[in-house]
């Protein structure tokens, strides 16, 4: 054989080697990817390398979307059991809670001062957002509905920097 035919040879071989190793460490990405033993690991080590003030979250945990739907599930489940509890029929009022005006006009104002804050203040945190989040839910429907929107408008227009 060739000198020319022996270095193709070599090329071709040490080309197969790398293919080889790059799917056999891809299989072993894909099988800690899949693990949720070493999910949790990953999301200890975050945690603790964290602010103690600020939670972590970490990528590959609960999307945030399919924790929104455990959080709905959560809540329609717990109001369905008072309402089954307490034997009040369901109807379709728009409080969550039977609560007086003032009280409603109250929590609109105390979530509308955060909301005006964390502007001021520029950044919120994901702890931030969900308290605030939780404020919002307690509003009427007319109230959380006014509450989102000036939250989605703060956040698309870059006054508040922050996650939905």
Known sequence: MSKVTQLVMVIVTVQLGAIVLFYAKLGAVEERLASPSATQATETE????GSPQVPVRVVGTLPSEERLRQIIREELKDQLSDLLAGGRSIEAD?????????ELGLQQRRASEQLQYYASDGRISELEMEQLEMEIANLDAA????????????LNSGQLEGRL
């Open 46 to 49: 975050r945690i603790d390398l």
């Open 143 to 154: 109230g959380r509905t006014h509450m989102l929107r000036q939250l989605t408008r703060a």
């Open 94 to 102: 728009d409080t969550p809670s039977s609560i007086s005006e003032a």
